[in-house]
């Protein structure tokens, strides 16, 4: 899908299949200052929508091809925050209301008022602005809670953000699955700070890093004198976070007895202390995060399925920084800078030559390796940080190579006997070898560049 246009113009669609109502429609609206867009069916209303920056739309709910009830839903599946408005015949009016309960922000009925159907629409777009501006104060919110930026302009990355600034404005559940190191912290805390709830608390536990007892106690709380040590009464996370988002990090690490609480939290919205005989309310956005591959952890019964589907209502997959190398460059800048200030130190360059060698090393750690390891180079490097200022495993000279150049030869040939094996389709080939597309599209670059070198190497 495009970027959608940021715009401060008063921009309406108005969709219905009457030429000479969607003209009437128009000389209102324009009249009123709004610059307005048309369209006759469902199909050129999404185009524009998409290509435009369009928030508030106008629709009739009766019109050949696609209706004003699946308009409203395709529109909500691009942007769950947009605005639409129903227009509906008086003998109508109940398609009108079922409209109201999918999403749909007004309805008017025809024949309209000319003034109602304006400050219908004038509602609805200062509404909108409304809602902009709390986005724009959550992004400060977040900027002073110190929520470290997402770094990165590499295509995997810009999907992430780009399914982020969907899902923020919602209460569903998330589930973030990825390495370590990928950042699935920094994913949960953007997706609160860019939500409704990002004036109330985030907290996060990591589950595997407490006994059974213990998370119990964390998450849904205790009674007073409910085991030994409990002094006092304690509300527990769920009920902490009030109107907050909690973070279940780590969650294939919990045990049976815990997901079976966690299962009837999530589907009940109610959580029982230990101790306590009734239960009590919560209001938190759950997110949960994962190294582990949890569709396969329950299948093969080591996680229970109807958990992971509750807690998988929007998936993301953050990917291994070795599939979004392009973006090493910028997090390498901006640790560098980083460190810069953490150690009251005078700013270090790094050259080309170290760049080329950490975007060749496959950070089995991800970016927490990356960090670490430039934090580490920037204490120990003068003036710039050079190759020799890196670990060993990255800085290799060249006697060091030759098996690694043995083994590339090996995986090269593989991969391109796949290739040749599915005819050349990428998509075909890169399931075959379990790896990314797009980790196939650059190596599959370099070995084209590596032919050209060798044919120049050979003039």
Same mark, same amino acid.
């Given at each position: 899908?495009?970027?959608?246009?940021? +715009?401060?113009?008063?921009?309406?669609?108005?969709?219905?299949?009457?030429?000479?109502?969607?003209?009437?429609? *128009?000389?209102?609206?324009?009249?009123?200052?709004?610059?307005?867009?048309?369209?006759?069916?469902? &199909?050129?209303?999404?185009?524009?929508?998409?290509?435009?920056?369009?928030? !508030? +739309?106008?629709?009739?709910?009766?019109?050949?091809?696609?209706?004003?009830?699946?308009?409203?839903?395709?529109?909500?599946?691009?942007?769950?925050?947009?605005?639409?408005?129903?227009?509906?015949?008086? @003998?109508?009016?109940?398609?009108?209301?079922?409209?109201?309960?999918?999403?749909?922000?007004?309805?008017?009925?025809?024949?309209?008022?000319?003034?109602?159907?304006?400050? +219908?629409?004038?509602?609805?777009?200062?509404?909108?602005?409304?809602?902009?501006?709390?986005?724009?104060?959550?992004?400060?919110? =977040?900027?002073?809670?110190?929520?470290?930026?997402?770094?990165?302009?590499? +295509?995997?990355?810009?999907?992430?953000?780009?399914?982020?600034?969907?899902?923020?404005?919602?209460?569903?559940?998330?589930?973030?699955?990825?390495?370590?190191?990928?950042?699935? &912290?920094?994913?949960?805390?953007?997706?609160?700070?860019?939500?409704?709830?990002?004036?109330?608390?985030?907290?996060?536990?990591?589950?595997?890093?407490?006994?059974?007892?213990?998370?119990?106690?964390?998450?849904? =709380?205790?009674?007073?004198?409910?085991?030994?040590?409990?002094?006092?009464?304690?509300?527990?996370?769920?009920?902490?976070?009030?109107?907050?988002?909690?973070?279940?990090?780590?969650?294939?690490?919990? @045990?049976?007895?815990?997901?079976?609480?966690?299962?009837?939290?999530?589907?009940?919205?109610?959580?029982?202390?230990?101790?306590?005989? @009734?239960?009590?309310?919560?209001?938190?956005?759950?997110?949960?995060?994962?190294?582990?591959?949890?569709?396969?952890?329950?299948?093969?019964?080591?996680?229970?399925?109807?958990?992971?589907?509750?807690?998988?209502?929007?998936?993301?997959?953050?990917?291994?920084?070795?599939?979004?190398?392009?973006?090493?460059?910028?997090? !390498?800048?901006?640790?560098?800078?980083?460190?810069?200030?953490?150690?009251?130190?005078?700013?270090?360059?790094?050259?080309?030559?170290?760049?080329?060698?950490?975007?060749?090393?496959?950070?089995?750690?991800?970016?927490?390796?990356?960090?670490?390891?430039?934090?580490?180079?920037?204490?120990?490097?003068?003036?710039?940080?050079?190759?020799?200022?890196?670990?060993?495993?990255?800085?290799?000279?060249?006697?060091?190579?030759? =098996?690694?150049?043995?083994?590339?030869?090996?995986?090269?040939?593989?991969?391109?006997?796949?290739?040749?094996?599915?005819?050349?389709?990428?998509?075909?080939?890169?399931?075959?070898?379990?790896?990314?597309?797009?980790?196939?599209?650059?190596?599959?670059?370099?070995? &084209?560049?590596?032919?050209?070198?060798?044919?120049?190497?050979? *003039?």
């Amino acid at each position: 899908m495009k970027r959608r246009q940021t +715009t401060t113009k008063k921009r309406v669609l108005v969709v219905e299949d009457e030429e000479l109502m969607r003209s009437i429609i *128009r000389k209102l609206l324009e009249e009123a200052g709004f610059e307005v867009f048309t369209a006759s069916n469902g &199909e050129a209303a999404l185009n524009m929508i998409d290509a435009s920056g369009i928030y !508030v +739309t106008l629709t009739d709910i009766k019109m050949t091809g696609m209706n004003g009830i699946e308009l409203l839903d395709r529109i909500k599946s691009i942007d769950e925050s947009a605005l639409v408005i129903i227009m509906t015949a008086f @003998s109508s009016v109940d398609s009108a209301i079922a409209a109201l309960r999918k999403g749909a922000y007004d309805y008017i009925t025809k024949p309209f008022v000319n003034e109602d159907l304006v400050q +219908t629409v004038t509602n609805a777009y200062h509404h909108r602005e409304l809602f902009n501006e709390n986005r724009l104060l959550r992004r400060e919110l =977040g900027r002073r809670s110190g929520t470290p930026e997402m770094i990165g302009s590499s +295509t995997a990355l810009q999907r992430i953000l780009a399914t982020i600034a969907k899902v923020a404005p919602s209460n569903a559940n998330i589930l973030i699955q990825g390495e370590s190191g990928t950042g699935k &912290e920094l994913v949960a805390k953007t997706i609160h700070f860019s939500s409704d709830r990002a004036d109330k608390p985030f907290l996060a536990v990591n589950c595997g890093a407490l006994s059974e007892g213990l998370l119990e106690s964390e998450l849904f =709380g205790h009674l007073k004198g409910a085991f030994t040590g409990a002094v006092n009464d304690k509300p527990g996370l769920f009920r902490s976070v009030e109107g907050g988002t909690l973070l279940l990090d780590e969650i294939g690490e919990t @045990s049976a007895a815990i997901q079976v609480k966690l299962l009837r939290a999530l589907q009940e919205r109610e959580v029982i202390p230990v101790g306590a005989s @009734s239960a009590e309310s919560f209001d938190a956005r759950i997110i949960a995060a994962t190294n582990r591959n949890l569709e396969i952890e329950a299948a093969e019964g080591r996680f229970r399925e109807d958990l992971f589907y509750r807690l998988n209502v929007v998936e993301l997959i953050m990917p291994p920084l070795r599939e979004r190398r392009e973006d090493i460059p910028e997090l !390498v800048d901006h640790f560098v800078t980083k460190f810069a200030r953490r150690h009251s130190a005078p700013a270090k360059s790094v050259l080309p030559s170290t760049l080329d060698e950490l975007a060749s090393y496959d950070w089995p750690g991800n970016i927490r390796e990356l960090e670490n390891t430039l934090e580490r180079s920037f204490i120990l490097s003068d003036e710039a940080i050079t190759p020799d200022s890196l670990p060993s495993k990255i800085h290799r000279d060249g006697k060091s190579d030759v =098996g690694e150049r043995s083994l590339d030869s090996v995986e090269r040939k593989y991969i391109l006997e796949i290739l040749d094996s599915h005819g050349g389709d990428k998509v075909a080939a890169a399931k075959t070898l379990a790896i990314d597309l797009s980790t196939l599209y650059r190596k599959l670059k370099k070995y &084209e560049e590596e032919n050209v070198s060798s044919i120049e190497a050979r *003039r």
